[in-house]
Nanobody, 122 residues
């Protein structure tokens, strides 16, 4: 069982930055996909970014490409999502998810965190 805990959400002005953290339970941390998704109530969930913990290979959704950076600190069992140049359209609940497979995009993730709210005001 993989457990994930997100943190770092909050309110920010447009143009600002936030860094979201996802703490991944230790004993199954190695060699898996960890992804960030976001969802606005009433809309479909959107993939934001993925990282393969085995080698750090990252992918990004088109809406955040160039503004987001996903990274990992292996020793801390944590995956980060740095979001810059935030826009009001980035407002959503951001979820961290994990799956033991590769590649990481377009997969059904089994393990999910509780989500963290990001609100960007204009």
């Amino acid at each position: 069982q993989v457990q994930l805990v997100e943190s770092g959400g909050g309110s920010v002005q447009a143009g600002g930055s936030l860094r979201l953290s996802c703490l991944v339970s230790e004993y199954t941390y190695s060699k898996k996909c960890v992804a960030w998704f976001r969802q606005v109530p009433g809309e479909e969930r959107e993939g934001v970014a993925t990282i393969y913990t085995g080698d750090g290979t990252a992918t990004y959704g088109d809406s955040v490409k160039g503004r987001a950076t996903i990274s990992q600190v292996y020793d801390n069992n944590t995956v980060y999502l740095q979001m810059d140049s935030l826009k009001p359209d980035d407002t959503a609940v951001y979820y961290c998810a994990a799956g033991i497979f590769y590649p990481c995009r377009g997969r059904e993730y089994r393990y999910w965190g509780q989500g963290t709210q990001v609100t960007v005001s204009s």
